[in-house]
Every structure is written in C-alpha cells, then in structure tokens.
Nanobody, 120 residues
Framework: QVQLAESGGGLVQAGGSLRLSCAAS????????MGWYRQAPGKQRELVAT???????TYADSVKGRFTISRDNAKNTVYLQMNSLKPEDTAVYYC??????????????WGQGTQVTVSS
C-alpha cells in the first residue's frame, strides 16, 4: 500500500500564490505518474497537472502559464506551485500517483484532499 499526504492548502486572495506538496510513503517499489486533480462544489473532479518520473508534464488549459508542477523523485514528493490564483481555482485539490508496491501490483492512489479557497 501507498499513502499520500498533502499539505499547503488554504485561503488566499485573488492574484496570490500557494504551493501544494504531496509526499508518498509506504510499501513503494516504483512511482510512475504523479499529479493533482481538483473538484469544485457541484462539479466533477478534473485534472490540473501531471508529471511522469522522467519529468514530462501535462496541464489543464485553465492553469497553463499560472501553475507549475514539479517532483522530487528521491523524496517521492510532488509539488504544485500556483500563481495568479483566481476565484475559479477554488476547489479541493487531490494528489494522485500511479505506483507499484513490492508485490509489483500497480494501481492508482489518491490523497485525502486539501482545500484551496481564492477570495475575490
């Protein structure tokens, strides 16, 4: 099993910045993709950004140029730097990874979520 622990959410004014962190721990053999999804009230969960073990990144169009995803493979940690935040970025942000444990069973793992609220 793999556990994900998120931190860094909070309340910020529009135009401000926040940095989310997510550390993976547990019976980790390997981690392929890591990333962030978000879910606003009354909406479906949507992809924000992902990053592979090799550093290739994907971003939602709505965050391109404002958010940056990065990763420290040695620490099994993924980060999301969020700049120029807008009220529409308000959501619960979920950390995600696709990982294999030492039984070599690979699957998706999700964090508990961290609230990001952007006030206008």
């Amino acid at each position: 099993q793999v556990q994900l622990a998120e931190s860094g959410g909070g309340l910020v004014q529009a135009g401000g910045s926040l940095r989310l962190s997510c550390a993976a721990s547990g019976n980790i053999f390997s981690i392929n993709a890591m990333g962030w999804y978000r879910q606003a009230p009354g909406k479906q969960r949507e992809l924000v950004a992902t990053i592979t073990s090799g550093g290739s990144t994907t971003y939602a169009d709505s965050v391109k140029g404002r958010f940056t995803i990065s990763r420290d493979n040695a620490k099994n940690t993924v980060y999301l730097q969020m700049n120029s935040l807008k009220p529409e970025d308000t959501a619960v942000y979920y950390c995600y990874c696709y990982a294999a444990d030492y039984s070599l069973t690979a699957r998706d793992y999700w964090g508990q979520g961290t609230q990001v609220t952007v006030s206008s």
